[in-house]
């Protein structure tokens, strides 16, 4: 009983006091935010992925350097001008048998003499078939560069933070020596 006594004397000097509080001269504080939030950063475009897929299916290589991806320029070239120069091979050679299988038709000579007809007709077959290869590859660069601009744009506005991180780890077992590959996904609070 004691105990409960002394508890309530406490609880109720504390309260019975006066509460003072500061006063301002100057009217309201305001109080700057000292975190700075760039208007370019927190800004999404979302007119840049379809501008950027535009810009390729123009001219190839033209929506990576939209997105400032510049080395993947080189390699869009040299993807579309690969199929390209084996569809231009293709295709003449393609020609070249063809032109020397009507000349036998029409019995003039041709430069392949030691061929018989089965294998001109086999050879245009050949060619013909690696001539349409080539396109269809030339065609599926050619869109795999509009939607590579396309998504690259996309992921620029995806906002990646600094706190998660993946790191591939390969460490050697103490037990049976053998090698172990870890993969971690961290993340800082």
């Not at 560069?145 to 995806?158: E, G, P, R, S, Y």
């Not at 600094?162 to 077992?173: A, G, H, R, T, W």
């Amino acid at each position: 009983m004691r105990k409960l006594l002394y508890i309530l004397l406490l609880v109720l000097s504390y309260g019975s006091g006066a509460v003072y509080s500061q006063t301002l001269d100057g009217g309201a504080l305001v109080i700057k935010d000292t975190i700075s939030t760039k208007q370019k950063d927190t800004e999404i475009n979302p007119l840049a992925p379809s501008k950027a897929a535009f810009y390729s299916a123009i001219v190839p290589g033209l929506g990576q350097a939209y997105n400032k991806k510049y080395w993947k320029i080189p390699l869009v070239y040299g993807a579309i001008g690969g199929g390209l120069y084996f569809y231009i091979l293709n295709n003449n050679k393609y020609h070249k048998y063809r032109d020397a299988y009507k000349h036998r038709l029409a019995g003039e000579p041709d430069e392949f003499d030691y061929l018989d007809e089965t294998r001109l007709v086999q050879a245009q077959r050949f060619y013909q078939r690696n001539r349409d290869l080539s396109l269809l590859v030339t065609v599926g660069f050619y869109i795999l560069n509009i939607v590579d601009a396309n998504v690259d744009a996309h992921l620029m506005q995806f906002n990646v933070s600094d706190k998660l991180s993946l790191q591939p780890d390969v460490y050697q077992n103490d037990i049976n020596q053998k090698t172990n590959f870890g993969l971690s996904l961290n993340y800082q609070f």
